[in-house]
């Protein structure tokens, strides 16, 4: 592991660690360039388990047993989360419960999770097996909801708890439910260059396309780079737990339209189409990419097709730890800051700004190659 990725690593769990004490109780969302100071929910909003992994992780390499006591407690007070028909559920109890189970063999965290993962298998229309959005998705900066909608997002964050519930239990319907929406991803969210489109709306009897739109990007026809990343980061995931060959290969297409139009820094902008000069980059976009790679570079085992995409995790990564406060000697802002991340560009809601799922993806991944792998 490079030094600088390594001081890295120190830096973003000193991040944790600062914020901790700079929020008390409240969730992070997203902070000011300048200060450092977060904007915080009272519920994490749709990133919630995301900060209880960063807080378990960080527990686990300081020995501080409070951050993994915290990382619980938080946990079972995002309980009501269960009960919302939303997508967000997926990451929200793959990153604090299935995780917290994986590394600590918890049986409550274990039922916590399995309980997520039976209501996501739930949502997925029936026609085409496509995960929608849900009627209550939660994202603070827009304000869609369909079980109609889907998401390009959805082949990442709705897919974490099949991966995790059928190494667990076996059942097969965890398998196949997932395969059902990567192929409806594959087949209608993927256009032949390799870009994604954000939104699409079926028409839920017949499964027909209805309409292809976009909120986070500049327009209907654009590619909005977190919804690419989400969509490289979750052919990676089904890659790595099934060894299937296709998975591999739709990742490497989308890969190769990331590469192919981003600077040396591979740090992308926030929509990969944007005319405008001055559009901002999407650090929170690549790290998402980061923590997926990361992952498969550490099995030992993997297989050698899998090293056009792993090669390329080392670029990525020395594009996103130059952007970790410091980033000179006289910087002063909080240390650990991951910058230029960019929430809601059209909104200009938060789009120059640290957000916390980029810190904590950056966290995933330089954690996960110090540790040569994650729980889960």
């Known amino acids: ?76 007070a995002i309980r009501p989360k269960l009960e919302r028909d939303d997508m967000f559920r997926g990451p929200c109890f793959y990153y604090s419960a299935a995780r917290l189970d994986a590394s600590e063999k918890n049986q409550a965290m274990h039922g916590l999770a399995l309980a997520a993962a039976r209501a996501m298998r739930g949502m997925a229309m029936r026609v085409n097996g496509a995960m929608p959005i849900g009627t209550e998705v939660q994202v603070r900066s827009t304000d869609l909801a369909s079980r109609a909608i889907v998401a390009v997002d959805n082949v990442h964050p709705n897919l974490l708890l099949d991966w995790w519930a059928l190494e667990e239990t076996g059942d097969p319907t965890y398998r196949v439910g997932a395969e059902r929406h990567l192929e409806a991803t594959a087949r209608d969210f993927i256009r032949p260059d390799g870009s994604t489109v954000e939104f699409i709306e079926y028409e839920p009897e017949t499964g027909a396309v209805k309409r292809r739109f976009t909120l986070l990007g500049c327009s209907d026809e654009s590619c909005w780079s977190r919804g690419q990343a989400w969509a ?145």
């Open 232 to 376: 490289i980061g979750g052919y990676l995931r089904a890659y790595e737990a099934t060894r299937e060959k296709r998975w591999l290969e739709i990742a490497t297409r989308l890969l190769d339209y990331w590469w192919a139009h981003t600077g040396a820094d591979r740090i992308p902008p926030y929509d990969f189409a944007d005319p405008d000069p001055a559009a901002p980059p999407d650090s929170s976009a690549a790290a998402i990419v980061a923590e997926s790679l990361a992952r498969l570079a550490v099995i030992a085992d993997l297989p050698g097709d899998a090293a056009s995409v792993t090669d390329r995790l080392a670029p990525l990564l020395d594009g996103l730890v130059a952007r970790v406060t410091p980033v000179d000697d006289s910087d002063a802002r909080p240390r650990g800051m991951l910058l230029d991340g960019c929430f809601n560009r059209p909104k200009r809601f938060a789009d120059h700004h640290e957000l916390i799922w980029g810190d904590c993806y950056l966290l995933f991944a330089l954690h996960c190659l110090d540790r040569k792998g994650l729980p889960c």
């Open 1 to 76: 592991m490079k030094e600088r990725w390594r001081q890295s690593l120190d830096l973003l769990s000193e991040r944790v660690l600062s914020t901790r004490a700079e929020i008390g109780e409240a969730w992070p969302y997203h902070a000011d360039p300048a200060s450092g100071r977060w904007s915080t929910t009272p519920d994490g909003d749709w990133c919630a388990g995301h900060w209880i992994e960063a807080l378990r992780i960080v527990g686990e390499r300081s020995g501080d047993r409070s951050l993994v006591a915290e990382a619980r407690r938080r946990t079972y």
